[in-house]
């Protein structure tokens, strides 16, 4: 069976990946006062080999609030997934990058699809390449401190002050 | 079959889901019909699940719109030949690759939009096909909405390019 360091995998994994590690330092720094803990989970993708990611448990006072757990890299009408869980709810967070870099995916008959769509169409609230919340009934929100605030109230309950 | 079919799944997806968050949000109505679960996490896997069931029923409507297209392609059967003929690629119109018909529609829609509905077909296949728990998901929905919306724009394009048929003439006496 291939392994993560047989690098194999595709860009679109890669990309997930640095994505993540893009995304974790801005989440700590939103939130001033708390503790994180990292923990790798495995990802298996079935058009990728399986890979090691961190997941980013997020505490206040010892409490548990919520964590960062990154779900794949091969996602419909996206181009990543991490879901932040609560106690009392579940959220996405959705990236998409530049449509210019037109997303593709080989079929059965090896030949390339092209996946790209014009965000627009699709969700309301698209702004540009970065990391979103996704609400559902298809509404985005683009991942400020402030929004990131509101997503954690609402799958905590925590309201950070 | 028009495509307010769409409209309607989503409907009831969307009365599902509000049924949910009252189950998730009110411990009495967990408890009166029966949920023993307090875990909201298992909750959420639950509606999970079920989306997975809307996606499987969305996409069987789009692929019965579609493959009666293909049969509404097939011209008018002039001669007792032509009526066996079409008989035939009627009957054996359910096993074309659904892959083959897509490529087609990519020449009268964004090519990107097909390329979800194919990727919402690879999601679709491995639920339908009972190996949820056996295999790796080839890809991942984030947002069912969206899903609804992919197919509903791709059955759109369909009923944009629909026949206008003459009224049926009756070719049973031919066979």
Not at chain 1, 62 to 81: E, S, T, W
Not at chain 2, 10 to 33: A, C, I, P
Not at chain 2, 39 to 52: N, Q, T, V
Not at chain 2, 101 to 110: E, I, S, Y
Request: charged share 30%; with cysteine.
């Amino acid at each position: 069976m291939l392994e993560e360091h047989d690098n194999f995998n595709d860009n679109t994994v890669k990309e997930f990946k640095q994505n993540i590690q893009n995304l974790y330092p801005k989440v700590k720094r939103w939130l001033k006062g708390m503790t994180f803990w990292e923990e790798n989970i495995n990802i298996h993708e079935e058009y990728a080999v399986p890979y090691k990611i961190a997941e980013l448990y997020i505490y206040k006072d010892d409490n548990f609030l919520c964590k960062i757990k990154p779900v794949g890299a091969h996602i419909i009408a996206a181009d990543g997934r991490a879901d932040l869980i609560g106690k009392k709810d579940k959220l996405s967070l959705v990236f998409f990058k530049d449509l210019s870099q037109s997303n593709t995916e080989a079929n059965d008959s090896n030949e390339i699809d092209n996946t790209g769509i014009n965000r627009n169409v699709l969700y309301e609230g698209y702004e540009g390449t970065q990391w979103y919340v996704s609400w559902g009934k298809r509404k985005i929100s683009l991942l400020t401190e402030e929004i990131f605030l509101k997503a954690m109230e609402e799958v905590s309950g925590y309201k950070h002050l | 079959m028009d495509i307010s079919i769409f409209d309607e799944i989503q409907k009831r997806y969307e009365l599902t889901e509000n049924l949910f968050k009252l189950l998730k949000k009110n411990s009495n109505v967990r408890s009166q019909v029966g949920y023993e679960s307090n875990h909201f996490s298992e909750i959420d896997d639950e509606l999970e699940a079920i989306k997975d069931l809307f996606i499987i029923d969305a996409f069987a409507a789009f692929e019965r719109l579609l493959r009666n297209r293909v049969l509404d392609s097939l011209g008018s059967q002039e001669n007792e030949l032509s009526v066996r003929l079409a008989k035939v690629v009627r009957n054996e119109s359910e096993y074309i690759k659904i892959e083959y018909l897509l490529d087609v529609l990519k020449n009268f829609a964004d090519p990107g939009r097909i390329g979800l509905i194919k990727q919402i077909k690879k999601y679709r296949d491995r639920v339908a096909h009972g190996k949820r728990l056996l295999t790796y998901s080839p890809v991942k929905p984030v947002d069912i909405y969206v899903i609804f919306e992919v197919i509903r724009l791709a059955a759109v394009t369909l009923t944009n390019n629909s026949i206008h048929r003459q009224p049926h003439v009756d070719t049973s006496t031919f066979l």
